[in-house]
């Protein structure tokens, strides 16, 4: 019996890491045109109009977003300073999705990073506790990715070497394959930063770093790594759920505009974690 080598990785979503090409990672490909006549983003800011860089006051504002042919007579500013602008009310408006708890913050300090990041990759400690805080209290039997990689691990060591057989390498992937992999779209992170700064993941690793087995206890070290895309596709700006919220509107624009060009970004997370068990367990 071939016992399996470690660290190995078992599973790995379809989606790519660094995946540069997808749709949400455009920017600065759309014209004044195209925003208006495909998204209907005529009415963009309340402090502010992008397309013919003025500022706005409260008389300007229609009494519906949808109609919008209202143009700001104020003072005329330059492009730098509307996108300013722009950020500052992309940052105020976050408040709205971010109410309370450790991750509160993030958003704020990602849209400063879209700001000013020009499109390098993200990381942040916060991101990798919610990670970890997330995987380990999973507690379902049908959904955790941990508590189902627990029984195929113990249900698949061989006892009598002390080792992790080679070919059941596959069960290990199937395990990961049966739940649910750690997103950010519970009722909870509608209001604690998390669903906004993440929600949906783009690509999942998992990799099992080290095991350990004695007498008739192992010791797992396992290895999440996450990957999202800070940035929107067309298909998220036409939806109601985005379009209604200026917070969307300004980051779409921002994003997608080819006078603004903001350059969307990776989104990192690691977390590592031990899974523990003993013979016969997963039998029970």
């Excluded at 499109?119 to 990670?131: C, I, Y």
């Amino acid at each position: 019996m071939t016992a399996l080598q470690f660290p190995c990785a078992i599973f790995r979503t379809q989606n790519w890491m660094d995946d540069y090409s997808a749709k949400d990672m455009c920017c600065g490909d759309l014209t004044e045109a195209q925003l208006k006549s495909r998204y209907r983003l005529d009415y963009i800011s309340d402090r502010v109009d992008p397309y013919t860089l003025t500022r706005r006051s409260s008389m300007d504002r229609p009494q519906s977003m949808f109609c919008c042919n209202l143009r700001g007579q104020g003072e005329k500013i330059t492009r730098q300073q509307c996108a300013a602008m722009l950020f500052d009310e992309f940052r105020s408006l976050s408040r709205k999705f971010s109410f309370y708890g450790p991750y509160r913050h993030l958003i704020e300090k990602m849209i400063t990073h879209m700001q000013n990041g020009n499109g390098t990759p993200f990381r942040d400690m916060a991101l990798d506790r919610a990670l970890r805080e997330h995987i380990l209290r999973d507690n379902s039997t049908e959904n955790s990715t941990r508590l189902l990689l627990k029984e195929a691990i113990g249900g698949n060591i061989g006892w009598l070497n002390n080792i992790y057989p080679a070919d059941k390498k596959d069960e290990l992937r199937k395990a990961i394959l049966k739940g649910r992999l750690p997103k950010f779209n519970r009722l909870q992170d509608n209001f604690n930063g998390m669903g906004i700064t993440v929600h949906d993941t783009w690509a999942t690793h998992v990799t099992i770093k080290s095991l350990h087995i004695e007498k008739d206890r192992y010791r797992a070290v396992v290895h999440y790594r996450v990957q999202d895309h800070f940035g929107l596709d067309s298909e998220d700006i036409v939806k109601k759920t985005f379009s209604q919220f200026h917070f969307f509107r300004i980051w779409f624009v921002l994003q997608r505009y080819n006078q603004f060009g903001f350059k969307p970004f990776m989104t990192n997370m690691e977390a590592t974690i031990e899974i523990t068990g003993k013979c016969n367990e997963s039998k029970k």
